[in-house]
Protein backbone atom coordinates (compact mmCIF):
# COMPACT_ATOMS: atom_id res chain seq x y z
CA UNK A 1 0.00 0.00 0.00
CA UNK A 2 1.12 3.28 -0.99
CA UNK A 3 1.58 5.66 1.83
CA UNK A 4 0.09 9.01 0.58
CA UNK A 5 2.27 11.78 0.94
CA UNK A 6 0.22 14.81 0.16
CA UNK A 7 -1.69 16.79 2.04
CA UNK A 8 -4.02 20.13 2.17
CA UNK A 9 -2.18 22.94 2.36
CA UNK A 10 -2.69 24.95 5.37
CA UNK A 11 -3.19 29.04 5.33
CA UNK A 12 -0.23 29.29 7.12
CA UNK A 13 2.20 26.67 5.42
CA UNK A 14 4.98 28.81 4.80
CA UNK A 15 6.01 26.12 1.63
CA UNK A 16 2.87 26.19 -0.36
CA UNK A 17 2.84 28.02 -3.40
CA UNK A 18 0.92 31.46 -2.89
CA UNK A 19 -2.10 31.96 -5.37
CA UNK A 20 -1.37 35.56 -7.08
CA UNK A 21 -5.50 36.09 -7.03
CA UNK A 22 -5.97 35.51 -3.00
CA UNK A 23 -6.66 38.00 -0.84
CA UNK A 24 -3.81 38.90 1.70
CA UNK A 25 -6.17 38.49 4.41
CA UNK A 26 -8.40 35.66 4.22
CA UNK A 27 -11.51 36.57 4.53
CA UNK A 28 -13.26 34.98 7.79
CA UNK A 29 -10.17 36.45 9.58
CA UNK A 30 -10.76 40.18 8.03
CA UNK A 31 -13.83 42.75 9.43
CA UNK A 32 -16.05 43.46 6.78
CA UNK A 33 -16.63 47.34 5.69
CA UNK A 34 -20.09 46.90 8.42
CA UNK A 35 -18.06 45.51 11.02
CA UNK A 36 -15.44 48.15 10.59
CA UNK A 37 -18.22 50.83 10.77
CA UNK A 38 -20.10 49.18 14.00
CA UNK A 39 -16.87 49.45 15.66
CA UNK A 40 -16.29 52.83 14.98
CA UNK A 41 -19.82 53.60 16.26
CA UNK A 42 -19.41 51.78 19.33
CA UNK A 43 -16.39 54.00 19.59
CA UNK A 44 -17.76 56.86 19.35
CA UNK A 45 -20.72 56.43 21.65
CA UNK A 46 -18.78 54.82 24.87
CA UNK A 47 -16.83 58.34 24.40
CA UNK A 48 -19.99 60.28 24.07
CA UNK A 49 -21.28 58.66 27.53
CA UNK A 50 -17.60 59.02 29.01
CA UNK A 51 -17.55 62.49 28.36
CA UNK A 52 -21.50 63.00 29.99
CA UNK A 53 -19.99 60.54 32.85
CA UNK A 54 -17.26 62.88 33.37
CA UNK A 55 -19.44 66.21 33.05
CA UNK A 56 -22.16 64.72 35.59
CA UNK A 57 -18.80 64.82 37.84
CA UNK A 58 -18.21 67.94 37.46
CA UNK A 59 -21.53 69.21 37.70
CA UNK A 60 -21.64 67.54 41.12
CA UNK A 61 -18.39 69.03 41.95
CA UNK A 62 -20.42 72.51 41.22
CA UNK A 63 -23.37 71.20 43.25
CA UNK A 64 -20.97 70.39 46.07
CA UNK A 65 -19.77 74.12 45.89
CA UNK A 66 -22.54 75.84 45.74
CA UNK A 67 -24.80 74.14 47.70
CA UNK A 68 -23.34 72.31 50.34
CA UNK A 69 -20.56 74.88 50.93
CA UNK A 70 -22.70 77.72 50.32
CA UNK A 71 -21.05 79.56 47.70
CA UNK A 72 -23.27 82.04 45.97
CA UNK A 73 -20.33 83.71 43.97
CA UNK A 74 -17.92 80.87 42.60
CA UNK A 75 -15.04 81.27 40.66
CA UNK A 76 -15.26 84.73 41.19
CA UNK A 77 -11.99 86.65 39.55
CA UNK A 78 -11.39 90.47 38.81
CA UNK A 79 -9.78 90.84 35.17
CA UNK A 80 -10.09 94.66 35.27
CA UNK A 81 -11.46 97.41 36.51
CA UNK A 82 -14.55 97.13 34.25
CA UNK A 83 -14.97 93.42 34.20
CA UNK A 84 -15.29 90.72 36.79
CA UNK A 85 -15.82 87.15 35.70
CA UNK A 86 -16.83 83.82 37.84
CA UNK A 87 -20.13 80.94 37.97
CA UNK A 88 -23.77 80.71 38.07
CA UNK A 89 -24.38 83.44 41.20
CA UNK A 90 -27.16 81.99 43.45
CA UNK A 91 -29.34 84.35 45.70
CA UNK A 92 -27.29 86.52 47.43
CA UNK A 93 -24.56 86.34 45.11
CA UNK A 94 -26.63 89.33 43.00
CA UNK A 95 -26.56 91.41 45.50
CA UNK A 96 -23.13 91.02 46.55
CA UNK A 97 -22.24 91.92 43.12
CA UNK A 98 -24.25 95.27 43.53
CA UNK A 99 -22.18 95.93 46.54
CA UNK A 100 -18.99 95.46 44.62
CA UNK A 101 -20.39 97.91 42.15
CA UNK A 102 -21.55 95.36 39.11
CA UNK A 103 -23.69 97.34 37.13
CA UNK A 104 -24.43 94.71 34.74
CA UNK A 105 -24.89 90.92 34.47
CA UNK A 106 -23.75 89.36 31.20
CA UNK A 107 -25.33 85.86 31.66
CA UNK A 108 -23.87 82.96 29.00
CA UNK A 109 -25.64 80.33 29.83
CA UNK A 110 -28.24 78.61 27.16
CA UNK A 111 -30.80 78.62 29.75
CA UNK A 112 -31.96 82.31 30.96
CA UNK A 113 -31.39 82.16 34.72
CA UNK A 114 -31.02 85.38 35.96
CA UNK A 115 -34.18 87.79 35.01
CA UNK A 116 -36.06 86.94 38.35
CA UNK A 117 -32.55 88.00 40.82
CA UNK A 118 -31.00 91.18 38.71
CA UNK A 119 -34.21 93.03 39.23
CA UNK A 120 -34.09 92.46 42.45
CA UNK A 121 -30.52 93.32 42.94
CA UNK A 122 -30.87 96.43 40.71
CA UNK A 123 -28.73 95.38 38.07
CA UNK A 124 -28.65 95.64 34.22
CA UNK A 125 -29.13 92.36 32.52
CA UNK A 126 -27.82 90.86 29.17
CA UNK A 127 -28.52 87.19 27.56
CA UNK A 128 -26.34 86.19 25.79
CA UNK A 129 -27.07 82.24 24.61
CA UNK A 130 -24.05 80.94 24.10
CA UNK A 131 -23.16 77.73 22.83
CA UNK A 132 -19.32 75.84 23.55
CA UNK A 133 -19.84 73.66 21.37
CA UNK A 134 -20.40 75.54 18.34
CA UNK A 135 -18.92 79.30 19.25
CA UNK A 136 -20.56 81.63 16.82
CA UNK A 137 -19.39 85.52 15.35
CA UNK A 138 -22.50 87.16 16.58
CA UNK A 139 -22.00 85.95 20.22
CA UNK A 140 -19.01 87.53 20.18
CA UNK A 141 -19.73 90.81 18.70
CA UNK A 142 -23.03 91.32 21.02
CA UNK A 143 -20.39 91.09 23.75
CA UNK A 144 -18.04 93.18 22.36
CA UNK A 145 -20.73 95.88 22.06
CA UNK A 146 -21.57 95.57 25.37
CA UNK A 147 -17.95 96.18 26.69
CA UNK A 148 -17.79 99.02 24.27
CA UNK A 149 -20.39 100.74 26.16
CA UNK A 150 -18.91 102.43 29.14
CA UNK A 151 -22.96 102.91 30.77
CA UNK A 152 -22.54 98.98 31.32
CA UNK A 153 -19.43 98.83 33.59
CA UNK A 154 -18.32 97.14 35.89
CA UNK A 155 -19.56 94.02 33.74
CA UNK A 156 -19.97 90.43 35.82
CA UNK A 157 -19.54 88.06 32.66
CA UNK A 158 -20.71 84.27 33.94
CA UNK A 159 -21.37 81.15 32.41
CA UNK A 160 -22.38 78.01 35.36
CA UNK A 161 -18.67 77.33 36.08
CA UNK A 162 -17.36 80.34 34.93
CA UNK A 163 -14.52 78.38 33.11
CA UNK A 164 -14.63 77.57 29.68
CA UNK A 165 -17.29 79.91 27.46
CA UNK A 166 -16.61 82.68 30.25
CA UNK A 167 -13.12 82.40 29.81
CA UNK A 168 -13.48 82.12 25.97
CA UNK A 169 -15.07 85.83 25.91
CA UNK A 170 -12.54 86.61 29.00
CA UNK A 171 -9.79 86.13 26.28
CA UNK A 172 -11.55 88.37 23.55
CA UNK A 173 -11.67 90.65 26.16
CA UNK A 174 -7.72 90.61 26.20
CA UNK A 175 -7.81 90.68 22.78
CA UNK A 176 -9.98 93.59 21.39
CA UNK A 177 -9.23 96.09 24.61
CA UNK A 178 -6.15 95.20 25.85
CA UNK A 179 -3.82 94.12 22.68
CA UNK A 180 -2.85 91.01 23.95
CA UNK A 181 -1.65 88.66 21.12
CA UNK A 182 -3.78 85.89 20.81
CA UNK A 183 -1.54 82.64 22.32
CA UNK A 184 -0.97 84.80 25.52
CA UNK A 185 -4.64 84.95 26.23
CA UNK A 186 -5.06 81.21 25.06
CA UNK A 187 -2.87 80.32 27.66
CA UNK A 188 -4.17 82.21 30.38
CA UNK A 189 -8.19 80.62 29.61
CA UNK A 190 -6.55 77.30 29.45
CA UNK A 191 -3.68 77.73 32.47
CA UNK A 192 -4.93 80.79 34.24
CA UNK A 193 -6.60 78.94 37.31
CA UNK A 194 -10.40 79.09 36.26
CA UNK A 195 -10.81 75.57 35.95
CA UNK A 196 -10.85 75.60 32.06
CA UNK A 197 -12.06 72.01 30.69
CA UNK A 198 -9.44 71.34 27.75
CA UNK A 199 -10.50 67.72 27.43
CA UNK A 200 -13.85 68.87 26.17
CA UNK A 201 -13.45 72.15 25.23
CA UNK A 202 -11.18 72.24 22.00
CA UNK A 203 -13.79 74.36 19.96
CA UNK A 204 -13.72 77.10 21.82
CA UNK A 205 -9.49 76.90 21.53
CA UNK A 206 -9.67 76.10 17.62
CA UNK A 207 -12.14 79.36 17.64
CA UNK A 208 -9.75 81.94 18.85
CA UNK A 209 -6.93 80.46 16.72
CA UNK A 210 -9.31 80.71 13.81
CA UNK A 211 -10.51 84.23 14.58
CA UNK A 212 -10.03 87.00 12.33
CA UNK A 213 -9.77 89.45 14.52
CA UNK A 214 -10.18 92.78 12.22
CA UNK A 215 -13.09 91.21 10.56
CA UNK A 216 -14.89 91.13 14.00
CA UNK A 217 -13.29 95.01 15.44
CA UNK A 218 -15.42 96.04 12.07
CA UNK A 219 -18.73 94.39 12.97
CA UNK A 220 -18.34 95.33 16.50
CA UNK A 221 -17.46 98.88 15.48
CA UNK A 222 -14.77 99.06 17.51
CA UNK A 223 -12.41 101.11 14.92
Known sequence: ??????????????????????PLCPSHLRFDTPSRFK?????????????????????????????IL???????????PVLYRGGQPLGEGFHRLKKKGVKTI?????????????????LRYIHISFRPHH?????VIEFLKVMKNADNHPVYLHCYHG?????????????????????????EMIHGGYGFHVFFQHNLISYLKKL????????????
Not at 1 to 22: A, G, I, Q, Y
Not at 39 to 66: H, P, Q, T
Not at 70 to 80: A, R, V
Open 163 to 187: SDRTGMLCAIYRIFFQGWHKDKAIY
Open 39 to 67: LVALGKAFIRKLSLWVCSKLEAFSFLDRF
Open 135 to 139: PRDCD
Open 212 to 223: DVFAIRNKAGLD
Open 70 to 80: KDDLPNFHKIS
Open 1 to 22: MNKKTDHEPSLFDTNRVKDPSE
Open 106 to 122: VNLRVVDTDHLHVGEAG
